[in-house]
């Protein structure tokens, strides 16, 4: 069955007919075959060697297949910045340790209990709409693999299916009857606490493998349904900067002329420097004159377009990832280069308790250590960036880790870790409540504090039954 089909206003249709579509070559590689039998382009033959492709093929049709977990797939572009850089060779190159052990959620965040529609996420203020669901590249840790790899997902009503892309008429639907009720009892939703669906996030996937015919009708219906900041999440500034052409940028400046008054957040996804900054023939950074590194010019002119519009806000978020970017000089240099060139540093993640999280997720006081180490030598305005891992609950904060022994504490013998919420998938009542966990250096997920819970005023872990610091103290007694 066809979904219901969305009439635009008069408004919307006057600024879609200005709209064109722009053509691109990215030069894709899907899959391995072409690896396999040798019919990649010829500088790409040996981008696996032979004992890689070996390695990934005895597993296919496995329990452990690789592409099953993840479709593999890369441009040109990327290629071409990967050739010279291990870190990202490991970020789209297949590898047997994905499957070596395949714990982790089939809806990571459950956030099928936050899906009111399907494609929609709906978490406090803000909604997050699945409106593609591939990328012009695939990176290995992907959060979202269970809507790239079109895996089945039970949901909240016992129901098994794929998870499915959203669809305008239903989004627009939703968010006014959302707002409509929220109006009528005084700026707050009588059954669920929320308050005024604002600000909507483009995703998926990647919303800029879209057309910009489709990109603008999203734009611009989300505009009539009364959002009034839209972030369009991406990584193609770094698989297929080229993306962000003369025909991408006139859509959004018609948009901007058709609706002055909403706000576009480019919510960028550099992972390593070496996907924007150019290299030496040994490998190293090549000096800007005048101050800064060299970038690679396709990247840099979409950016300085992008900032040339100040309506327009460009933001980095990045996981901490095993083998790519746990490395405190790479993310110093990414910090640096991207403030200086415009470009607000907006999160580091924790792994997320994806299926086969184990084989990438860097052990959360380890990353905040290599978060912290990253920003000595930052200035306050490059360092603004805060380590975010995203409970059931919320998106949470690693606010602090102490040295200072607590005694009675499991894990307290070398201090505590302190967590705060960020903001709530619900409502904001627990906004900036805390949670206070004894130390694990293993611990790459809240699990692996289960044992050893101080203070739980955020209630991260409310499911279970948490002693009291003054328990804590009579015990060590």
Known sequence: MLPAKYEPSEKEAAFLSTVTNGKYDRQIINGLKKFVEGTAPQDMKDFYSQDELDAIMEL????????????????????????????????????????????????????????????????????????????SAHCRFCYR????????????DGTVAPKGLAQIKEVVEYIKEHNRIVAENGGIHPETGREKLREALMSGGDPMVLGNKNIAQWLSALAQAGIENIRIGTKELAFYPERFDETFFAM???????????????????????????????????????????????????????????????????????????????????????????????????????????????????????????QRGLSGVEAHARLSITHYKGKTEVAAITDTPVPGVKGGENGVVVFKLLRGAADASNRAK????????????????DDRVVVDEAELYSMYDIPTVSEHLAAAE
């Open 60 to 135: 296919d049709g496995t329990n452990r297949d690789l592409q099953a977990r993840m479709p593999i797939k890369i441009t040109r572009h990327y290629f071409e910045q990967a050739i010279r850089s291990k870190s990202l060779q490991t970020l789209v190159k297949a590898s047997p340790k994905e499957t070596y052990d395949l714990d982790g959620a089939e809806d990571p965040g459950k956030q099928m209990s936050y899906s009111p529609i399907e494609g929609m996420i709906h978490k406090y203020e803000l909604a997050l709409l699945y409106v593609a669901s591939t990328c």
């Open 145 to 156: 693999e269970e809507l790239i790899a079109k895996k089945e997902v039970e949901r909240p």
């Open 252 to 374: 959004l400046d018609a948009f901007h002329e058709a609706y002055p008054e909403i706000s576009l957040r480019m919510m960028v996804h550099f992972n390593h420097p070496d996907e924007f900054l150019k290299k030496d023939p040994d490998g190293g950074y090549l000096d800007q004159p005048g101050g800064g590194l060299q970038w690679v010019p396709a990247t840099k002119k979409a950016v300085r377009e992008l900032r040339s519009r100040p309506w327009i806000v460009v933001e980095n978020q990045s996981p901490i990832i095993a083998d790519i970017n746990d490395d405190p000089d790479a993310l110093r240099i990414l910090q640096r280069e991207l403030k200086r060139n415009g470009v607000e540093n907006h999160y580091f993640f924790c792994g997320r308790d994806i299926v086969g999280h184990k084989a990438f997720n860097v052990p959360i006081e380890r990353a905040w250590a290599i978060l912290n180490e990253s």
């Open 434 to 449: 805390v949670t206070i966990v004894g130390r694990n250096p293993e611990a790459i997920w809240f699990s692996g504090y």
